[in-house]
Every structure is written in C-alpha cells, then in structure tokens.
C-alpha cells in the first residue's frame, strides 16, 4: 500500500509489466510490413535526451550485438548542435525516443537528420498524437505505457522492450521473440518478491552514496538507475561501467556507499571480482543477476528466469525503481514530482 504522496510513481511502477504484454504485441503489429527497410542499413543511430539518451545506449548495444549491424546512442543534442560529429558521412537510420513525442531537443535533432540525409527514421514513444509521430515516416507506439508522474518508469522499460523486440525481429531470431513474451511475468514475479528488500535497503539511513554499475548493454540500464535515484530522492548516485569504477572512481567508496551491480553473462566472473573488492572496501553491495552462484554480495536479486542476458536485462529496472521510490518515500519527497524537473523539456 503507498499513500497519495508518490501514488502515480508507485502504481506505473507496480503495473510496469502489463504495458510491456501490450507492447510486444504492437511491435509485431506495428512493424511487420517495413522489415526490410529495417535490415537495409550499415549503421543506426538510437538518439533521446535524459532517460531516453540512456534508453539510446541500451537499445544500440542489443542492436549491434543482436542484429550484427552496427549501433550506437547519441543524445538528441548532439545530433542538432554537432551534426559534423554526430551523423557519419554515409546515411544511417535514426531511431529518435521520446516518451511525450514533443522535446524539442528531438524534435531539432530529426529535423537535423532529414536536412543531412534526406532519409527515411523511425519514432519509438509512447503518444500516438504527438509531434514527433505527426513528422516521422514510421513509428512504434508502446501500449499502455503512458504515465501522469515527471520520472519515466514503466515508459523507459515498455520502450525499451520495444526495442529489443524490434531487433530480434530485424535479426530473425524467433527464440528471443518467444522468451521477451515471458519477460512480464518473470517482472511481475521479481517485483512481488524483491520490494520489500528494496524498501528496507531506501530506508537505511547509513547509505549516503549509490553506485551503479553495469557494462555492455547493463551499462545504459545502470545509468538510468543513477538517473532514478538522483531525480525522486535527490540522492548522490553515479553510474559507471564495472572495469571502469576500479580506474579512479572507487575512491568515494566507503561504509556509506551502497554498490549496485546488474550482472551480466558475458563478462560475470570479471563483473564479480570487482564486486567483491568494492564490499572489502567497505561499501554493502547489491547484485541483480540470474543466480547467486559465485557472488560475494551482501543482497541478491535472482531473476531465476532462464532467459537469455539480452532478454532478462530489463527485469533489473523495476526493483531499482521501487528503490528509488522508497528512497524518496523516507526523505518525505513527492516521487511524481521531482524537484525542477517536468514531464517534458520544451526550449
């Protein structure tokens, strides 16, 4: 139960997964009839500002990885203010997020692409009646993922599932099609059995500074942990890739700091060492990941899902979200109102 204070925050959060069922059938709807122009182009550019920036990161590093053609995040902004740096010389296809479908920064940033390439791009966002449809040449819409709270939550995540199944279709890999069909109820499960260590671990005080950390496709999921953090509970939080925060940035490392990994296959035993260092340093540590096995962690989040670390990677968010949530609850802040911030950012 939650009072009023953070009620809309608390229930996308909570019904995240519904809108995920919902968006993964639209993309199949939505997308069969222009795969091949999907599969035409050497490179993709995923383009968003603040969380879908992070979105951008994620999404290009399952692309690439998924599809074999090569990906890559660019925030909208520098795709209108450095477009010499910022578009390659040869067209690309843009994939332009945004939630509303109406920052302008996006908006600037397609408007941009198309006087650069003339080519054809694709809007991902969860409005149908927005500027952003109105203008692109075609666009997926995630179902049932719209929200009346500033901070984005279930929108990121039914986005990003978007993403995911867009390119297993662009791939052709039917099997990741049918394990991202069981991703809601393996979300809808973790949520049930990890909000309760979430809550607990927001209302211990001791914790002054959070860590997230996460690499490869986990390093865009990380940083908008960071992000949810930093936005509903006014926290310090950074992000960072695993191997990186040992190149300078554990020197904030203390007992104060609570150290949040989202483990990955590929790279678990190395994403582990370094784990286990940061807690003999004193921070506590969190781990999200398919099992405990081999983890020297003061918490573990266990997915126990079967699924592929691809398709599993977006089951981490809902947790840290309701982590950033409590957080927020225990410092009496309004979780659907961050503090300057608004639902969107028009200049």
Known sequence: MTSLLGSHTYQEITTQHHAWAASLSAVKEQAASWLDWLRKPREVIFTGCGSTHYLSLAAAANWQSTTGIRARGVPSSELWLFPDSALPTQSALLIAVSRSGETTETLRAVETYEARTQGDWLAVTCYADRPLVAR?????????????????????????????????LVAGRDEDLIQLQTVPEHGKRSMAEYESLARALAEH?????????????????????????????????????????????????????????????????????????????????????????????????????????????????PVLQLLAYYRAMSKGLDPDRPTHLDAVVRL
């Open 136 to 168: 692109a040449p075609h666009a997926l819409v995630a179902q049932q993922a719209e929200e009346q709270s500033v901070a984005q939550t279930r929108s990121f995540t039914s986005m990003f599932v978007v993403t995911l199944a867009l390119a297993a």
């Open 205 to 317: 005080h001791r914790f002054e500074r959070f860590v997230f950390l996460g690499s490869g496709q986990n390093y865009g999921l990380a940083c908008e942990a960071m992000l949810k953090m930093k936005e509903m509970s006014l926290s310090p939080s950074e992000a960072f890739h695993f191997m990186e925060f040992r190149h300078g940035p554990k020197s904030v490392v203390a007992p104060g700091t609570l150290i949040v990994g989202l483990m990955s296959d590929t790279a678990r035993a190395q994403e582990a060492a370094v784990l286990a260092e940061m807690r003999d340093l004193g921070a506590t540590v969190l781990a999200l990941a398919e099992s405990s096995d081999g983890l020297t962690a003061d918490h573990v989040i266990e997915f126990k899902s079967g699924l592929d670390e691809r398709a599993r990677s977006v089951l981490a968010l």
